[in-house]
């Protein structure tokens, strides 16, 4: 009796698990600590590889030396972790599922999960999430199902164990950012848009006070910027990309003109040129509002973060301000948590951190 009193004092002063991220580029993680009237960031860093991420990840020497390295540059407690695995390896499916009255909600799911992928779902490892909607209390329930092919859960757990990791789970990387979103929330009424800004496509994903409501695919990314731009200029990748996060998307509609009421060239150009890339854009956005307006019966969304790879070019926020007429910021992970950073993040990219530090808010429960 004496022993597991203490095993579940130990498990109760345990430090949180680190949440663990292995974007395109860099290592993210975060790790929680109780604070007054909440959570504070015990340890948070953002580090770039040192090769190819998918050559980091295949020799296990070198990656446990990175992450030993990275775990001693932040004070990070531990090596229990939770972790997602790469958005190519996860597939996202929106059901609506009938729940009969002698069925669970997790048997209704894995139903509707077979009936859609077939042969494939027997060797696919399946977890859902509930999406939040004003009908939520009848038969019908609307859910993202998240599912990975087997073995490559399997390989991304080892792969973790090699690099002297203990993971406790994985997430699902929109329920993640969800609930990184619901914790930055004050107003539980209202509903908020995330642009996640990827390499070939973004990801847009609705909250509804503190439940996720909707995450969807597009195709719109940096590199559909830089080959427009490449394109239109004549210009090869490398110098594309150096002229957008040097001068930016394009110079915003309201300041167009300058001191000698002409635009500056190279902002005016820039705008034209990517115009088609934003129409697009505008186009997805819209959708999105009518279809959170039918869901809710009119609700608005209230507020847009923008994060990943475009949202740091300049006048992005402008300009996105113009596609939807609401507020628009860059999300700043760091609102989370209630109390003052123990410590200070490591790593220039520390914006980078919102898939970590939604990882990092996951209790040890499933949700």
Same mark, same amino acid.
């Given at each position: 009796?004496?022993?597991?009193?203490?095993?579940?004092?130990?498990?109760?002063?345990?430090?949180?698990?680190?949440?663990?991220?292995?974007?395109?580029?860099?290592?993210?993680? !975060?790790?929680? /600590?109780? #604070?007054?009237?909440?959570? +504070?960031? %015990?340890?948070?860093? =953002?580090?770039?590889? @040192?090769? $190819?991420?998918?050559?980091?990840?295949?020799?296990?020497?070198?990656?446990?030396?990175? !992450?030993?390295? /990275?775990? #001693?540059?932040?004070?990070? +407690?531990? %090596?229990?972790?939770? =972790?997602?695995?790469? @958005?190519? $390896?996860?597939?996202?499916?929106?059901?609506?599922?009938?729940?009969?009255?002698?069925?669970?909600?997790?048997?209704?799911?894995?139903?509707?999960?077979?009936?859609?992928?077939?042969?494939?779902?027997?060797?696919?490892?399946?977890?859902?999430?509930?999406?939040?909607?004003?009908?939520?209390?009848?038969?019908?329930?609307?859910?993202?199902?998240?599912?990975?092919?087997?073995?490559?859960?399997?390989?991304?757990?080892?792969?973790?164990?090699?690099?002297?990791?203990?993971?406790?789970?994985?997430?699902?990387?929109?329920?993640?950012?969800?609930?990184?979103?619901?914790?930055?929330?004050?107003?539980?009424?209202?509903?908020?848009?995330?642009?996640?800004?990827?390499?070939?496509?973004?990801?847009?994903?609705?909250?509804?006070?503190?439940?996720?409501?909707?995450?969807?695919?597009?195709?719109?990314?940096?590199?559909?910027?830089?080959?427009?731009?490449?394109?239109?200029?004549?210009?090869?990748?490398?110098?594309?990309?150096?002229?957008?996060?040097?001068?930016?998307?394009?110079?915003?509609?309201?300041?167009?003109?300058?001191?000698?009421?002409?635009?500056?060239?190279?902002?005016?150009?820039?705008?034209?040129?990517?115009?088609?890339?934003?129409?697009?854009?505008?186009?997805?956005?819209?959708?999105?509002?009518?279809?959170?307006?039918?869901?809710?019966?009119?609700?608005?969304?209230?507020?847009?973060?923008?994060?990943?790879?475009?949202?740091?070019?300049?006048?992005?926020?402008?300009?996105?301000?113009?596609?939807?007429?609401?507020?628009?910021?860059?999300?700043?992970?760091?609102?989370?948590?209630?109390?003052?950073?123990?410590?200070?993040?490591?790593?220039?990219?520390?914006?980078?951190?919102?898939?970590?530090?939604?990882?990092?808010?996951?209790?040890?429960?499933?949700?």
């Amino acid at each position: 009796m004496k022993s597991w009193f203490a095993s579940l004092a130990h498990k109760s002063t345990a430090p949180s698990p680190i949440g663990l991220d292995f974007a395109a580029q860099r290592l993210n993680m !975060v790790q929680t /600590a109780p #604070a007054p009237g909440g959570l +504070a960031v %015990r340890a948070a860093l =953002s580090l770039p590889y @040192p090769v $190819e991420r998918a050559q980091l990840l295949a020799d296990r020497r070198r990656l446990k030396t990175f !992450v030993r390295e /990275a775990l #001693a540059a932040a004070p990070f +407690a531990g %090596r229990r972790v939770v =972790s997602v695995l790469a @958005p190519s $390896e996860v597939r996202i499916l929106p059901l609506t599922v009938h729940v009969p009255g002698n069925q669970s909600e997790g048997q209704a799911v894995a139903k509707a999960v077979r009936e859609q992928l077939g042969a494939a779902a027997a060797e696919s490892v399946v977890d859902y999430y509930q999406v939040r909607s004003v009908e939520a209390a009848g038969p019908e329930k609307q859910v993202l199902a998240a599912v990975a092919a087997s073995n490559n859960v399997l390989a991304y757990l080892e792969t973790l164990r090699s690099a002297g990791l203990e993971p406790v789970a994985l997430d699902i990387g929109p329920a993640a950012i969800a609930r990184l979103l619901a914790a930055m929330q004050e107003d539980f009424d209202q509903s908020v848009l995330l642009i996640n800004f990827g390499a070939s496509k973004s990801y847009l994903t609705v909250i509804w006070g503190r439940r996720l409501m909707l995450d969807r695919e597009i195709e719109f990314g940096e590199m559909q910027l830089v080959d427009r731009l490449s394109r239109a200029l004549g210009l090869n990748t490398e110098v594309a990309l150096a002229l957008l996060r040097e001068h930016g998307i394009g110079t915003p509609a309201g300041a167009q003109h300058g001191p000698n009421g002409a635009a500056p060239d190279i902002g005016r150009t820039l705008r034209e040129i990517l115009h088609q890339e934003f129409a697009a854009l505008a186009e997805e956005l819209v959708r999105t509002q009518v279809y959170v307006a039918s869901r809710t019966r009119g609700s608005a969304i209230s507020r847009v973060y923008l994060n990943g790879s475009v949202a740091r070019y300049r006048h992005i926020e402008q300009r996105v301000e113009e596609l939807v007429r609401l507020p628009v910021e860059l999300l700043d992970p760091m609102r989370a948590f209630s109390g003052a950073p123990l410590s200070a993040p490591v790593g220039s990219d520390t914006h980078g951190i919102a898939l970590a530090a939604g990882l990092a808010l996951r209790r040890e429960v499933r949700g």
